[in-house]
């Protein structure tokens, strides 16, 4: 069994719940074990960086010492969520002055940032860790009618200095675990784009043309469903879908799932199961 | 019969490649993006295939094009040393410069093989096939007064000097490595969007400006930054800093107005400034974001009404809405956490009081 501190994400724990849901259905059939961290904070949504850096490099500083002290890497399932926790490890890692300061702080709790765990994303941990062979073996309900959308988002991506695990040009984890799945996936100009989320309450209009032009690729290609390793891009994609469409004159719909879902089914649990019954396209 | 003369000519065809990429050399095909308005209805392709050696250009490439093959490909370049900034193209799909982007790397990246596609920047108008029309860009870095207006009198200029720290200097110095070549503006989602978005380039030059103690308008163009189409609409893809020719920390730039703009003009100031603010409020309080009120802190009630009510009504229906904010359950350790998050907010003081006595 291979054992992970797992990051308990603001917006999996309200808007999609599905995704943590679905993974306690299999995550023992993969061989893993996700130890959730209910101690953990909200790492500050790419916001908290520049609203205050020192409370943002201390926040995650603690996020990750939490996993430290279990001597376990810390497992994310949204994007932004990996992007901001591995941008403050790496500032903390790069600025010794800072990574004092914050453990000064920290020792209140008894904690220490050494910098020893890794932060990763599920999605790396599928196919890197477990690996497409073990998934392969593992599947009981293939895939193989659908024709899927890969759909990774930015922050799984850019900045690839912060990330780097995919080529962000030419990504290929999420495609490698799709036909691992024995599903098909097809060539999407959108899949390395933006989703529009980070600016919805700011720039609606904006955000909905994004995304609207992503759904649209998909749904003119055919694809049966799109899928994406981000709770947030899914949240644009699934929930606004529709008034992203209409913005853009087009009557048509696309179910999105969660790579979690996606995993599920090809293990043999049911939509009801994994939650894909709530989403808001179904 | 039939099948051994197709693998003698099998053979004869790996052989030919095999030499060929020995020797440094083979053929390639451009297919170039072609647009005149004043002529073509609507834009198309054409394809050039050239003997192309190990190590040359995209740019050196189009140069032979248009001298050997076609003399109407149009396109902007004057360097051909990455320094200019006049060469930005979509190579393959990806903005980049196309004197520093060698052809032999291209080819690995081309989705039908042997066959390099070359476009012009996206979200600039079109002049003619890849050249395209930089006046929005430079209309922008007016209306963001993007230039220094000096805090020395006229009559003082010529007499005293300007001294910078070394401190302030390395604030701006990876921003001053932009050569407007225009990649960023390019990649940006945004502005691909919405063509009134402020857009990367302005808003690195933005910062650049505003961080420079010689200047002296660092209010007035902070005030047009956040405006609508300003510095709130940027949405975090980091499509910009990917794509940037001199890999200069564009977001970086971009989260430092966002800082200024908090610090300078309070957390009320705009709506992009109120919902940054609620992300720290809520980490402070329960250490988990109170993702309900976070449209009403940001915009209102009317606006949450008016815009969110459908959608809300359709999330009731299938259980996904985010709890009210007595139903957030605060991190486990809340109290330890919290007393933490303060005394960090003591740091940040003590560092605000240091620096304005700087």
């Not at chain 1, 891009?233 to 008034?243: E, F, N, R, S």
């Not at chain 1, 004159?249 to 894909?276: C, D, R, W």
């Amino acid at each position: 069994m291979k054992r992970y501190a797992y990051y308990m994400s603001c917006i999996n724990e309200s808007m999609t719940k599905e995704v943590d849901r679905s993974i306690d259905f299999w995550q023992k059939d993969l061989g893993l074990e996700f130890v959730k961290l209910h101690e953990g904070t909200c790492c500050g949504g790419s916001n908290l960086d520049y609203v205050s850096p020192k409370h943002f490099a201390l926040v995650n500083a603690r996020n990750i010492a939490l996993a430290e002290k279990m001597g376990l890497d810390l497992i994310v399932s949204c994007n932004t969520c990996l992007m901001t926790i591995r941008t403050a490890k790496k500032k903390l890692d790069e600025t010794p002055a800072l990574k004092k300061e914050v453990n000064d702080i920290l020792k209140k709790e008894g904690l220490e940032y050494r910098g020893t765990s890794e932060v990763r994303h599920l999605l790396w941990v599928l196919v890197d860790d477990v690996g497409l062979d073990t998934i392969k073996a593992k599947v009981t309900v293939p895939l193989k009618n659908y024709r899927i959308a890969p759909f990774y988002g930015c922050h799984i991506l850019r900045p690839s200095t912060v990330l780097g695990r995919d080529n962000p040009l030419a990504p290929s984890s999420l495609d490698q675990l799709i036909e691992a799945l024995g599903g098909q996936t097809i060539p999407f100009e959108h899949k390395n784009r933006c989703c529009g989320f980070h600016t919805l309450l700011v720039a609606e209009e904006e955000s909905l043309n994004v995304a609207a032009e992503a759904l649209e690729e998909a749904i003119n290609a055919k694809a049966d469903f799109i899928v994406t390793p981000c709770p947030l891009c899914h949240t644009v994609l699934d929930g606004y879908q529709a008034k992203a469409l209409k913005q853009a004159h087009i009557e048509n719909s696309i179910p999105v799932f969660h790579i979690s879902e996606m995993v599920g089914l090809a293990l043999g649990y049911t939509a009801k199961q994994l939650g894909i019954k709530r989403h808001i396209v179904c | 019969m039939n099948s051994r003369k197709e693998l003698i000519n099998h053979f004869a065809l790996m052989t030919e490649i095999i030499d060929q990429h020995q020797e440094g050399k083979r053929d390639v095909t451009f297919r170039v993006f072609r647009f005149n308005p004043q002529v073509d209805s609507k834009p198309y392709f054409d394809d050039y295939t050239i003997s192309a050696e190990r190590g040359i250009t995209v740019l050196r490439s189009l140069n032979y094009i248009k001298e050997h093959v076609d003399p109407s490909l149009s396109f902007r370049a004057f360097c051909q040393a990455g320094i200019c900034g006049s060469c930005g193209m979509r190579v393959n799909g990806t903005s980049k410069l196309s004197c520093t982007s060698q052809v032999w790397d291209e080819l690995d990246k081309c989705r039908e093989p042997g066959i390099i596609k070359v476009e012009p920047l996206r979200s600039m108008p079109i002049i003619k096939d890849l050249i395209v029309d930089m006046d929005p860009l430079v209309d922008k870095m007016k209306r963001y007064s993007n230039w220094i207006d000096s805090t020395m009198p006229l009559a003082e200029m010529g007499k005293k000097e300007f001294l910078v720290s070394e401190e302030e200097f390395h604030r701006y110095d990876k921003a001053t490595d932009c050569i407007l070549c225009a990649s960023c503006v390019s990649e940006c989602s945004i502005l691909r969007a919405n063509k009134e978005y402020v857009s990367p380039a302005v808003l690195l030059k933005s910062y650049r400006m505003n961080v420079d103690s010689r200047d002296s308008i660092h209010d007035v163009r902070l005030a047009e930054l956040v405006k609508d189409h300003g510095v709130w609409d940027c949405t975090h893809c980091y499509r910009c800093q990917e794509s940037c020719v001199k890999s200069i920390p564009i977001m970086e730039a971009i989260h430092s107005i966002r800082e200024d703009a908090l610090e300078c003009r309070g957390p009320k100031d705009t709506s992009g400034a109120k919902h940054a603010e609620a992300f720290m409020e809520d980490i402070e309080k329960k250490g988990k974001l109170v993702e309900a009120t976070l449209p009403i802190r940001t915009n209102g009630v009317v606006w949450t009404l008016r815009n969110l009510l459908p959608m809300a009504m359709k999330m009731i229906v299938k259980r996904r809405t985010p709890p009210p904010p007595p139903l957030v359950k605060p991190a486990k350790g809340i109290k330890i956490f919290r007393a933490m998050f303060r005394e960090m907010s003591e740091h940040v003081k003590q560092d605000h009081l240091k620096s304005h006595k700087k």
